[in-house]
């Protein structure tokens, strides 16, 4: 047994079709792991019932289910900060709600843990259309010139160090999915120890796609450029880089 804690955080919008099975998965996976475990639930505002299934599930296991809920939307980013600031135990694990990702693949990233901050999961294969895709290959290209993020992909499931995680500022625009990079730049810029692990990738179980629609795009393209700016063309004083905390 993993003898450190694990949080899998889970944001969550309009997942009522998936939410039930993916917090059951998630909890049957930690109690495999290790003794001390929490699985988090960060409601984005939904108008289905995710909210009201997930409260429905902290109900019957308290001890190891919570869920917080956004009243309005917040974006992607939004929702992730939530889920990153308000994880409790020794290491995270950011875990999607679409049931794309085979939570028992969480044992290959623990694995990998000595000695590491982060361990960032990478599709051996995407599951999606070729629109997703082409955004993908793109975003990973212009991370790696902008941000000299040399990793396969960033933008899928992570192990984080809790310490490390909470100790970064987080000001990604909540409506771009520029959280990821921000924070693996940052952790970069902190010395943080940081391997990969291939992990299998599927169809999307139920409901539709957030990442894809032209405004999320728009958005998100925009809000790399500003960051580029910030933090490494003209950064200010408060942006400079800490040292990773010491475990």
Known sequence: MFQDSISIVIPAFNEEATIVSVVDEAREVLKTLTADYEVLVVDDGST?????????????????????????????????????????????????????????ELKNFVALTDGMDIVVGYRKHRADGLRRELNSTVFHLLCRLFFGIRLKQISTSKLYRRTLLQSIPLEAAPSSAMIEPEVIFKAMQRGARITEVGMNHYPRAAGKPKGTGVRMIFNTFGEMFRLWWVLRVAPSPERLPAPAPKN
């Open 48 to 104: 289905d019932h995710t909210g009201a299934l997930a409260e429905e599930l902290a109900a019957n296991d308290p001890l190891h289910v919570r869920v917080l809920h956004h009243e309005t939307n917040k974006g992607f980013a939004g929702a992730i900060k939530t889920c990153y600031a308000n994880a409790s135990k020794d290491w995270v694990f950011l875990a999607p709600a679409d049931k794309q990702v085979d939570l028992s």
